[in-house]
């Protein structure tokens, strides 16, 4: 569903767990850093608003948005964290070098997450130009580093729920 349509305040509204003495890994590109930071910035912002303390947020950078696919299988089998949340920015350029990097990217990081100990959230923007990257930031989309926070407590509280059965 586009942004404009759905955001935060529709995941939030359908309430979110206590995240107290949860660990959130949070794996991020240096690609495109002025967007991958403020995305790394609403993530974490979220997660210590729902009770996850500062020293419970493990943050690590690789170089670009295909590295997160190896950054994130390291991080989920350290065993130090509950989720892992993978930021990156792939913004379209006039190669089909985009097309090769945001394809290989979503299908390694969905292995990831379908195969995994824990849950590996997909925080990787997609755009055609900067514009639509800064919009979705901290622009006039909202950030979307907050919903990658919101939907990593949401799956660990997930996981959590089926392991006391």
Same mark, same amino acid.
């Given at each position: 569903m586009a942004s404009a349509q759905? %955001?935060? %305040?529709?995941?939030?509204?359908? #309430?979110?767990?206590?995240?107290?003495?949860?660990? =959130? #890994?949070? =794996?991020?590109? @240096?690609?495109?850093?002025?967007?991958?930071? &403020?995305?790394?910035d609403g993530a974490a912002k979220t997660l210590k608003q729902y009770g996850v303390k500062e020293e419970d947020i493990l943050i690590k950078t690789v170089p670009g948005s295909f590295e997160l696919i190896y950054g994130s299988s390291?991080?989920? +089998?350290? /065993? @130090? =964290?509950?989720a892992v949340i993978a930021i990156g920015c792939i913004i379209r350029g006039e190669t089909p /070098?985009?097309?090769?990097?945001? +394809? #290989?990217?979503? %299908?390694g990081l969905a292995a990831l997450n379908a195969q995994g100990e824990v849950p590996v959230i997909f925080g990787v923007l997609t755009c055609s130009n900067r514009q639509q990257a800064e919009e979705r930031s901290g622009g006039v989309?909202? %950030?979307?580093?907050? @919903?990658? #926070? &919101?939907?990593?407590?949401?799956?660990? &509280?997930?996981?959590?729920?089926? @392991?006391?059965?």
């Open positions: 759905y %955001n935060i %305040n529709d995941i939030i509204a359908r #309430g979110m767990p206590d995240a107290t003495g949860m660990r =959130v #890994g949070i =794996v991020v590109s @240096e690609w495109n850093d002025s967007i991958t930071l &403020a995305l790394t390291l991080m989920a +089998q350290s /065993h @130090e =964290v509950d /070098h985009f097309d090769f990097i945001a +394809q #290989g990217t979503t %299908n989309l909202g %950030n979307k580093g907050e @919903e990658y #926070g &919101a939907t990593a407590i949401k799956m660990i &509280a997930y996981r959590r729920s089926l @392991e006391k059965k």
